[in-house]
């Protein structure tokens, strides 16, 4: 079981990107973005159920950031609009096979699985 997080990359304020996290040898119910920034702790960013039922967004992210999923390609995206330099982080995909609750979702230890992490840099 790997999950593989893609879509970093360097983009000016205010632009976009769209990570992705895709999940080989099984499909969870339960999937989070994290960030680490340097010198800080990791934090929650989204989390969504694959039933689709369930979103969740940190409040530092919610109207610019939207996770989603395809249920066709086992993956889970992460789009993030109008990006700022406080963004730039390490992204990490997490997955559990639990549905956890809404509550939940924004707890690491929550998470079994996690991906390697994937570098966004925002320069201002």
């Known amino acids: 079981v790997q999950l593989q997080a893609s879509g970093g990359g360097l983009v000016q304020a205010g632009g976009s990107l769209r990570l992705s996290c895709a999940a080989s040898g099984r499909t969870f119910s339960t999937y989070g973005w994290f960030r680490q920034a340097p010198g800080k702790e990791r934090e929650f960013v989204a989390g969504i159920r694959w039933s689709g039922s369930t979103t969740r967004h940190a409040d530092s992210v919610k109207g610019r950031f939207t996770i989603s999923r395809d249920t066709a390609r086992n993956t889970v995206y992460l789009q993030m609009n109008s990006l700022k330099p406080e963004d730039t982080a390490v992204y990490y995909c997490?997955?559990?096979?639990?549905?956890?609750?809404?509550?939940?979702?924004?707890?690491?230890?929550?998470?079994?699985?996690w991906g390697q992490g994937t570098q966004v840099t925002v320069s201002s």
């Open positions: 997490a997955a559990d096979a639990r549905s956890l609750i809404w509550s939940s979702m924004a707890d690491e230890n929550q998470y079994d699985y």
